[in-house]
């Protein structure tokens, strides 16, 4: 029986109608799609040559078809349906490959697409899956610090928008924190946007910490499907607080010397290990009844040796406390005597020095800045005694500490002459007066009888309390020389008689060759008055006598000075004898 016009066309429509009641039992074919991206379905038919049209559809939790895309494949012309959720989202391609841009949760259905031909209808449904990758997670509101032996909230670790939901898991140093009744405690909490069917998932933790976690780095990680499978986001690490109470205190000496003397500033420093570290202790000072609560530095300044002992700190309660000992050193000198001292020449001195030391000293003698071997001592000043004395002590041990004290000792002495000449053999004589005192005497010369002062003189250097005054002279008769020496202790006065006879002679302190001398001088003397006798006539006689008389006069004043030379004296009145003779 042939069918009518009729019947043919509305064959397609049958078909159609009869597919839609159909449900393959085919396996699905899955499109994963990334939330926000656009979702590409290829229709997974071979194009019939005797198409029709094409469309697609979805179905609902009812099992009722929505159709969503239209395409005619000899118009070539597309239509998409009314449904409000994918309104300027949807693209048909002529191979009938539907994309939905900007994908969405809501997205997440069976979608079928029918090829219609005149004698069959083709469907192929594909499963759309989408996944949102959630935000990185983090710990909000952290704890500002915990305390040990005390469960407390650490914080809460969250990760947003999210789909499917996912799971967080905590870390401790980088291994999973267990559950643990009293210790570890976690809270899991999941939230959809019913706009969007996003998840953002959180989970808070407490925690009770030992000491040990002072510097753990806490840290959460979000676990989560995604196109390629379960993937892992970690979180920052989070360091956190741990207060711990102080189970041991420590004093400690700062000093920028490993020994402490007399004088010095004493910085003592106390330190607990507890977190956060004690900010005020109480200290413990030798010689203070009660203690001292100061802040963890207690300083002394200029200390005496009597602050040497044992120093305490301990923590405000009394408890937990640390001690040490400290020495101060110190080093005393006793300089007997001491400062500015004069003495007289001849008498003894004793000189002490003597030291008390908190540990070995090394003592050391100074004169005038040259180091002594021995310390000085005096039976007899002289004056090369005088000078500025230094006893020093140090300990080697101690930096810095050393000591010293002076004596400054002068050695006075009255003045004392001693008279020397020489006649050399171009007549001129060469006078000496050694002189001995301090402090320096004043050297004058002068000849007796005329009083008249000798300027031209010649001084040594001044050694040891010596020094000589020197005048040369060539006497036309004989005369007598003074040399006056004179201090602030006394006045002393040598004379001695020079002849104006010009035969070499020395007058040195040896007795004995002083007698020889003389006796050559006689000699000579008594040669030249025979002589001279003999030379002047009776004519004359008259006139030599009166002017050899004269001479003999002067002479026999300079003879009765105490101190002058016997010897020549002798000889002067020998020789006037034997003139008048």
């Known amino acids: ?28 074919y899955t499109v994963n799609a990334v939330y926000g991206d656009t979702i590409v379905m290829p229709c997974r038919q071979e194009i019939p040559a005797d198409l029709m049209f094409g469309k697609w559809k979805y179905e609902t939790a009812n099992d009722s078809p929505v159709f969503i895309a239209f395409r005619s494949s000899t118009k070539k012309n597309v239509q998409y349906d009314d449904v409000p959720e994918y309104k300027d989202r949807l693209s048909l391609s002529e191979n009938y490959t539907l994309s939905i841009r900007n994908a969405r949760i809501s997205d997440e259905k069976r979608f079928v697409c029918m090829l219609v031909t005149v004698d069959n209808v083709f469907e192929e449904p594909t499963i759309v899956k989408v996944f949102k990758r959630p935000s990185q997670p983090e710990i909000i509101h952290p704890a500002n610090f915990l305390e040990t032996e005390k469960l407390k909230m650490l914080g809460e670790c969250i ?24 210790v570890v405690v976690m809270s899991l909490q999941k939230i959809v946007d019913q706009s969007s069917g996003l998840f953002t998932t959180s989970s808070s933790l407490q925690y009770k910490p030992t000491k040990k976690d002072a510097k753990a780095q806490f840290s959460c990680r979000v676990t989560y499907y995604g196109p390629a499978g379960q993937e892992t986001i970690p979180s920052q690490p989070v360091v956190f607080d741990i207060h711990y109470p102080t189970e041991k205190v420590t004093i400690k000496v700062l000093s920028q010397r490993n020994m402490i003397k007399e004088g010095d500033n004493i910085t003592l420093k106390c330190s607990g290990n507890g977190n956060p570290p004690p900010q005020e202790f109480l200290f413990y000072i030798p010689g203070e009844r009660e ?31 640390d001690s040490t000992n400290i020495t101060i ?46 310390s000085p001592t005096f039976s007899s000043l002289q004056y090369q005694d005088a000078g500025n004395y230094i006893c020093e ?23 004392q002459i001693k008279i020397t000449k020489k006649t050399e053999s171009n007549k001129s004589k ?74 070499p002679e020395y007058d040195e302190p040896d007795d004995r060759n002083g007698y020889n001398r003389e006796k050559v001088n006689d000699q000579a003397k008594l040669i030249v008055g025979i002589v001279v006798g003999l030379l002047l006539a009776a004519l004359v006689a008259g006139i030599v006598y009166w002017v050899y ?17 016997t010897e020549e004296n002798k000889k002067l009145e020998e020789n006037n004898h034997k003139s008048e003779a």
Not at 397 to 415: H, M, Y
């Open 291 to 321: 203690a001292i609560r100061s802040s963890d530095t207690y300083i002394m300044t200029d200390v005496r040796r009597n602050a040497t002992g044992e120093y305490k700190c301990s923590l405000i309660d009394g408890s937990k406390e």
């Open 549 to 565: 008389m004269k001479r003999s006069k002067t002479a026999s004043k300079h003879v009765a000075k105490d101190l002058g030379n």
């Open 430 to 503: 060469t006078i000496i007066c050694h002189v001995e005192g301090f402090p320096k005497p004043a050297v004058q010369w002068t000849i007796t009888g005329s009083g008249s002062i000798i300027n031209k003189t010649e001084e040594s250097k001044y050694v040891n309390g010596r020094f000589s005054s020197k005048i040369v002279i060539s006497p036309e008769e004989n005369v007598t020389l003074t040399c006056i020496a004179e201090n602030q202790l006394e006045r002393t006065v040598t004379s001695m008689n020079v002849s104006a006879i010009s035969i």
């Open 159 to 182: 990760a947003r928008e999210s789909y499917p939901e996912g799971n967080i898991t905590w870390y401790k140093n980088g291994n999973i924190l267990q559950p643990m009744e009293g």
């Open 393 to 415: 002590t140090a300990q080697q041990e101690v930096e810095g500490l050393k000591k010293r004290k002076t004596l400054s000792l002068t050695v006075e002495g009255k003045p």
């Open 329 to 374: 050193h110190y080093l005393d000198l006793s300089l007997t005597p001491s400062g500015e001292v004069t003495k007289q020449i001849g008498e003894a001195l004793l000189v002490s020095c003597t030291i008390a030391s908190s540990t070995k000293a090394t003592v050391l003698w100074l004169k005038d800045n040259t180091r002594m071997q021995t």
């Open 1 to 28: 029986m042939m069918e009518s016009p009729a019947a043919t066309a509305r064959r397609p429509l049958l078909l159609l109608l009869a597919a839609l009641c159909l449900r393959p039992g085919l396996g699905l």
